[in-house]
T-cell receptor
Framework: AQSVAQPEDQVNVAEGNPLTVKCTYSVSGNPYLFWYVQYPNRGLQFLLKYITGDNLVKGSYGFEAEFNKSQTSFHLKKPSALVSDSALYFCAVRALSGGSYIPTFGRGTSLIVHP | EAQVTQNPRYLITVTGKKLTVTCSQNMNHEYMSWYRQDPGLGLRQIYYSMNVEVTDKGDVPEGYKVSRKEKRNFPLILESPSPNQTSLYFC?????????????FGPGTRLTVL
């Protein structure tokens, strides 16, 4: 069975500092990895994805993520955090499981950027 | 504007009173799904549909039903709601069954079952 772990419930960072939100996964076969962001009282919005190719993926709002196959990780990063980046972030994986590509989401990490 | 809509956005009901949460997308997407979001548990998939008249169970299907009679609509039905179904529900769609396509999410429906 596939799984996704986001080891930190909350990440605190000062505005202007770099941020990292961690994600590790477990699948059989090749994973397709995604990051989504959820702002208060909103649905999830797609940020970026890794399918194949370059391990460093760039997405919306200046975010990027690095796929590391040996460590089975897909950490979300941003060089300089903004207060407006404060939100709930979800990592997700889609891989073939029982004949279907059912997506599995992590529990979410609350990112708080302090002014 | 490309979007996924859900109605109602908020609903308070009582145990056992049947309810339906509607979901509609205007992107001609084949794949649609329902999730529930609970604190500390993240998103869990309830049901999904690969295409019209094709539905299948996700991780937590007990107590829910779905139908897919039209491509754009994917209603979630709770025939006898119970308090443990109090949750935030999201509908999502993606362009096809390919695993590498991102999903588009609706704004959510906050359901309280008393």
């Amino acid at each position: 069975a596939q799984s996704v772990a986001q080891p930190e419930d909350q990440v605190n960072v000062a505005e202007g500092n770099p941020l990292t939100v961690k994600c590790t996964y477990s699948v059989s076969g090749n994973p397709y990895l995604f990051w989504y962001v959820q702002y208060p009282n909103r649905g999830l919005q797609f940020l970026l994805k890794y399918i194949t190719g370059d391990n460093l993926v760039k997405g919306s709002y200046g975010f990027e993520a690095e796929f590391n196959k040996s460590q089975t990780s897909f950490h979300l990063k941003k060089p300089s955090a903004l207060v407006s980046d404060s939100a709930l972030y979800f990592c997700a994986v889609r891989a073939l499981s029982g004949g279907s590509y059912i997506p599995t989401f992590g529990r979410g990490t609350s990112l708080i950027v302090h002014p | 504007e490309a979007q996924v809509t859900q109605n109602p956005r908020y609903l308070i009901t009582v145990t056992g009173k049947k309810l339906t949460v509607t979901c509609s997308q205007n992107m001609n997407h084949e794949y649609m799904s329902w999730y529930r979001q609970d604190p500390g548990l993240g998103l869990r998939q309830i049901y999904y549909s690969m295409n019209v008249e094709v539905t299948d169970k996700g991780d937590v299907p007990e107590g829910y039903k779905v139908s897919r009679k039209e491509k754009r609509n994917f209603p979630l039905i709770l025939e006898s709601p119970s308090p443990n179904q109090t949750s935030l529900y999201f509908c999502a769609s993606s362009s096809d069954r390919s695993s590498y396509n991102e999903q588009f999410f609706g704004p959510g429906t906050r359901l309280t079952v008393l």
